[in-house]
């Protein structure tokens, strides 16, 4: 880390010195080549300081720098409200994947970055740029990180993408947030958010293991049947489709893998059941499961977080004043090609005993 206590330069002449060193480091790239190919990013930071320093002589950030260790953001702090992230790569591209967008090691007070980067492979080169300039995506390891491109053109950012700046971003209690909404509205049929949690942006967590659907207790997938059956009503359709987003659903937040999800719902053919004084002759097999879960899909309707009901039903209007209603008519919507009275189905096995 490098830092300014010096409160009197401008963003422009801040600039101006990122540039001069850049050039500095630039020139001297092409006279002797192999000087950096053997630099890390540490010892990138050190010859970021020497050419800062160089080119700091005669202005207002002379005497002012000093780099600080820690894993903080950026490396590089002038002025209290400037600052110089570093970054290196050893392959012959401008890419790489950057810092992360929760900025959680932030230093106080910064409010405006510059991005230095090193390509270091012959020919070795150095460019500059205002650090949301130059992030064009966002890409997720353990949590959602930028993704930088150098060479990225002008209006091309993630933010503009996204329709929020940087700056605004920076001022959220949880920036995470406009990322999920973003990658949200630009999913596709048969395609999930797998970082996201329990659909919550805010989780930072995801499963440690992957487990295969058969390796489930059967309590476990008694369990996952009933909230499936809660968040996706399409499973009643007759969609090939129709389990595409449970199995989706079932990767990214419980870590679950099935080779096929239909099994579970179908298996055991027809059923007929007696309840509440009606029979019911010849059901499929999934309504057999639903009646035998009941309890646990009402209570998963019933007492879920909104947002995961918004984001699972596709509810656009965000009103759920009668939960359990609402998913009978989703239900019953996507079942209408059955051969008996789903409605009246469900209004008796949901009925109070």
């Known amino acids: 880390m490098i830092i300014s206590t010096n409160k009197e ?44 320093d160089h080119a700091a002589k005669g202005t207002k950030f002379e005497n002012s720098i000093e780099i600080i260790s820690g894993q903080r953001f950026p490396d590089i702090v002038a002025a209290k409200y400037f600052g110089v992230e570093v970054k290196s790569t050893k392959e012959d591209k401008w890419t790489l994947i950057g810092g992360s967008v929760a900025e959680g090691t932030r230093v106080e007070d910064v409010r405006h970055i510059f991005l230095l980067f090193g390509k270091l492979h012959k020919p070795v080169e ?20 930028y993704k930088i491109d150098m060479n990225l053109p002008n209006g091309m950012t993630i933010f503009h993408k996204m329709g929020i700046s940087y700056m605004d971003m920076q001022k959220m209690k949880n920036p995470i947030q406009p990322v999920v909404e973003y990658f949200r509205s630009t999913l596709r049929p048969g395609e999930s958010l797998w970082w996201v949690n329990g659909e919550d942006a805010t989780s ?21 049947i009933a909230q499936g059956f809660a968040l996706f009503p399409e499973l009643f359709g007759d969609s090939k489709d129709k389990y595409e987003r449970f199995t989706l659903w079932l990767v990214a937040n419980h870590g679950v893998v099935s080779s096929s999800m239909r099994d579970p719902f179908s298996a055991g053919g027809q059923f007929d059941l007696d309840f509440h004084g009606i029979h019911y002759e010849r059901l499929p097999q999934k309504y057999h499961q639903l009646f035998l879960y009941r309890y ?4 998963t ?37 059955e051969k008996f009275d789903v409605s009246g189905f469900l209004e008796n096995i949901f009925s109070e005993e």
């Open 9 to 52: 330069p401008s963003l422009e002449e801040f600039e101006k010195l990122c540039n001069d060193a850049c050039r500095l480091m630039n020139a001297r790239a092409k006279q002797y080549p192999n000087y950096y190919l053997s630099k890390g990013r540490q010892k990138l930071e050190k010859e970021v300081k020497e050419e800062l």
């Open 126 to 145: 150095f460019k500059t740029r205002r650090y949301e300039e130059c992030l064009c995506d966002i890409a997720v390891t353990h949590s959602p990180r």
């Open 204 to 224: 930072g967590s995801t499963p440690a293991k992957i487990r295969m659907w058969k390796t489930l207790s059967k309590e476990e997938r008694n369990e996952l």
């Open 296 to 299: 646990q899909v009402k209570n």
């Open 301 to 337: 309707i019933m007492n879920i977080e909104d947002d995961i009901l918004y984001t699972t039903w596709g509810n656009s209007n965000k009103n759920l004043t009668n939960r359990l209603t609402q998913w009978r008519n989703l239900v019953i919507g996507f079942a209408k090609n």
